[in-house]
């Protein structure tokens, strides 16, 4: 399947985004469709065998939008025309409304009749091309309320025209669109401002890179054609383009975008690069570790972009479910309107009844609705990637602010996992030298902080006995060797392997976390020593200031756990546990409580996934962030707490756009039944509604920025 991205033309409201979906889902070969209506964005995964992006340019035409291979220059281009165009509308508008109101009992209707065609013409055209395409996809929209409000009024006038005898109202028409259309443009204008920070971390996917050929020439090339083993140049001032590894020089790197540290970080021959982050000093030739596709940051990305629409908050299914009767409602109560002026409240008056009809139909905004959600949505994520937090699921950042209990991992999570060994004893101190070597050799390849002490203490050792295959298993790994096996982990997973208890005779105090090692008959075991974050103990304390209990579950020994949770005051923990005992335990709770799982080893994943919400820190293996809802780049646990505190932000910040636009629609129909609202304030106000919930909506950016820099 072929991931792509596509700029799209011609959405106008949130509806816009599920028309050119189900269009588009329409097609043979096509695996998902995303379309971001805040970012005019769509990114279709295809099966290049069975279609193209030819086939889907035609189809999403063929439903009333264009769209063309996502270029950042060519997007910011095409953003611009629209507003440049809609600015001549504007003018074209304005200088028709001028003439009609300031002239209009002296100008012959002939002229009027002209000018307001020139309007109804070129000036709301556009508002006919999106009302058709809302009636194509079978959903009503804003555009279609506009439309038939203007069309019913320049046919009104054309009505009292051909009487003749009074005056048309061509001039109302002329300002209700000028009006229209300066509300929209000072709305796209602010969704734009809105959306910009994103589109900035979006764009880091479409630059070039520099291709160090075989030859030793530099080549500039795009990023899409990068492939693993290629070697690229990296220099001060340069976007590192993919995920690699330095093999030549050295590199100062800002590596923000991703783990939210804004310190520049040294690398060196055989450091990792992370692609997306920024080279401040240095020059580097590096190696392609990863596909385009695999790189971390750059999924991240899109997974996060892609939950900025909201679709999956409870919220947008509520606003959804509204607005699939709402335009119907607004409808049939313009009509109720037109017949209680005319027949009933001022019998035979056909000109206050048409004009309050009008305002019904004009008053009413469901693009304000259909924006309450997203806007919100998009500043909560977008400020959040842009510190190095990534949510894959905008769900389960909306379910953040309804948790019960937070359950952490110890190693890693609550402490540094900077672990070093204190002591080393073996039952057959002859064979301490070959035990050393096996040891380093068995747990080089892990990135596990207790496999990194192992290493830093054992040092780099030539390998004396060839190691067949390792296995890496809950509690420990096995290696295997042509004169046996290796076992190394905590307690119960070497006397569950072994089938024995281990030796009693240990000199080292009960107390002390240990992991132990059996090869054949020799047994041994080495004490460990880890420190808890700086971090923790106020993070802890804030979420109990939130109302949320904390529990720790650990693989460690029980004394090591409980020293641990007495330091930090949780008042719920285990310790010796395997990965299944964490699953049950979690699955229990689950069945009362809301909870979240941090965690940052294999061993945590049983448990992560039996949980609501599963968080894994920047230092966590592959396999856990892979599988985890939310990552925090950082390994600042207040990350937690404030992301909690970022969920509840956002839902009050949502509810107070829904309120205001259902307020607002409310307070406005009943006024334009009541023919209190004139068409032209009602024209202006309907997308002065919008500006005040995208207006409102951005308050999250200040506030999401505050929250960070607190963390």
């Known amino acids: 399947m072929k991931n792509e991205t596509f700029s799209v033309s011609g959405m106008v409201c949130y509806s816009c985004a599920s028309i050119l979906e189900k269009a588009v889902r329409e097609i043979p070969g096509i695996g998902s469709v995303h379309v971001n209506y805040l970012m005019d964005t769509m990114t279709v995964s295809y099966d290049e065998q069975t279609t193209d992006s030819d086939a889907i340019s035609r189809k999403a035409l063929h439903a009333g939008y264009r769209i063309s291979t996502y270029s950042s220059g060519q997007d910011r281009a095409d953003r611009l025309k629209r507003k440049r165009c809609l600015r001549n509308r504007i003018f074209l508008a304005f200088v028709c409304s001028v ?43 804003m555009s279609l309320l506009i439309a038939v409000g203007i069309t019913c009024g320049y046919l009104y006038s054309l009505w009292v025209l051909c009487r003749g005898g009074i005056q048309p109202c061509f001039d109302n028409m002329a300002a209700i669109v ?73 590199l100062d790197v800002d590596e923000s975008v991703m783990t939210g540290e804004y310190l520049p970080v040294a690398k060196h021959p055989g450091d990792v690069l992370v692609g997306g982050s920024y080279a401040v000093r240095g020059k580097a030739r590096c190696i392609v570790d990863r596909e385009l596709c695999e790189n971390v940051f750059y999924g991240l990305l899109e997974e996060a972009s892609a939950a900025m629409l909201g679709k999956k908050l409870s919220y947008i299914r509520y606003v959804d479910k509204l607005m699939e ?69 905008e769900g389960k950042l909306e379910q953040l602010g309804k948790i019960h209990r937070v359950v952490f991992d110890k190693t890693g999570t609550l402490t540094t996992g900077r672990i070093r060994v204190l002591g080393f004893w073996i039952n057959q101190p002859e064979e301490t030298e070959r035990m ?62 072994i089938g024995r208890n281990l030796e009693p005779k240990i000199p080292f105090e009960k107390n002390d976390s240990k992991i132990f090692f059996v090869f054949n008959d020799i047994e041994g075991c080495m004490v460990l020593e880890d420190t808890v974050r700086e971090d923790a103990f106020s993070t802890i304390q804030a979420l109990k200031n939130m109302g949320i209990k904390v529990a720790v579950l650990s693989g460690d020994e029980e004394k090591a756990s409980c020293v641990v949770a007495e330091q930090l005051k949780i008042p719920v923990w285990a310790g010796g546990l395997q990965p299944k005992d964490k699953e049950r335990i979690l699955a229990e709770w689950r069945e009362k409580e809301t909870l979240i799982m941090v965690g940052d080893g294999i061993n945590d994943l ?58 607002y629609n409310v307070i406005g129909l009943i006024m334009a039944i009541s023919g209190i609202l004139s068409p032209v304030t009602a024209g202006f106000s309907m997308s002065l509604s919008s500006m005040v919930v995208i207006l409102n909506a951005g308050r999250m950016k200040k506030i999401g920025n505050k929250i960070w820099e607190n963390t």
């Open 325 to 393: 009767y709402f335009v119907p409602l607004v409808f049939g109560a313009s009509v109720v309107t037109l017949f209680l002026w005319y027949g009933l409240w001022q019998p035979g008056d056909f000109e206050k009844a048409i004009g309050s009809s009008l305002s019904v139909l004009l008053v009413a905004c469901p693009c304000a609705m259909s924006l309450a959600v997203p806007m919100s949505v998009l500043h909560a994520i977008g400020g959040a990637a842009k510190h190095g937090v990534f949510i894959r699921e």
């Open 178 to 250: 000028t009006m229209v259309l300066i509300g929209r443009f000072l709305e796209l204008g602010v969704r734009m401002e809105s959306v910009s920070g994103i589109r900035h971390l979006l764009d880091f996917k479409k630059q070039e890179a520099n291709l160090i050929t075989e030859e030793g020439e530099i080549r500039r090339i795009p990023l899409e054609k990068i492939q693993k083993g290629m070697y690229l140049l990296v220099r001060s001032g340069e976007r590192i383009p993919v995920d690699g590894r330095i093999t030549e020089g050295n």
């Open 99 to 141: 003439v009609l109101n300031a002239f209009g009992e002296t100008l012959n209707v002939w002229v009027q009749l002209a000018l307001g065609t020139v309007i109804q013409i070129i000036a709301v055209r556009e508002f006919y091309r999106e009302a058709g395409q809302g009636v194509f996809g079978g959903k009503g929209n």
């Open 436 to 497: 050393v070597s096996l040891l380093y050799h068995a747990e080089k390849a892990f990135q596990h902080p207790v496999a990194k002490a192992i290493c830093a203490y054992t040092g780099e050792k030539e390998e004396k006995e060839h190691i067949l295959c390792i296995n890496e298993n809950a509690g420990g790994i096995a290696a295997h060797t042509s004169d046996g096996v290796l076992y190394v982990g905590n307690r119960k997973y070497v006397e569950a392997e």
């Open 606 to 663: 049983p448990g992560m996934l039996a949980s609501d919400i599963s968080i894994a820190l920047g230092s966590g293996c592959e396999a856990v962030r892979d599988c985890a809802d939310i990552i925090i780049g950082t390994d600042r646990l207040q990350t937690l707490s404030a992301l909690v505190l970022l969920s509840k932000k956002m839902t009050g910040n949502i509810r107070q756009n829904i309120v205001w636009a259902l307020l």
